[in-house]
């Protein structure tokens, strides 16, 4: 289990961007891919 924030990877603070460094982080950290995610949650602050 990972959790990452895009403000990390883009040195932006509060980036609204697509988080798309910090998905790939998470997966990275899990060892899959996006294939093998069948579904994901996420939440705006």
Partial sequence: ???AQEERFSR???DSAFPARAIRYCLDEAGVTLDDVSAAYGTRS
């Fill in 1 to 3: 289990m990972a959790a």
């Fill in 12 to 14: 932006v603070r509060h």
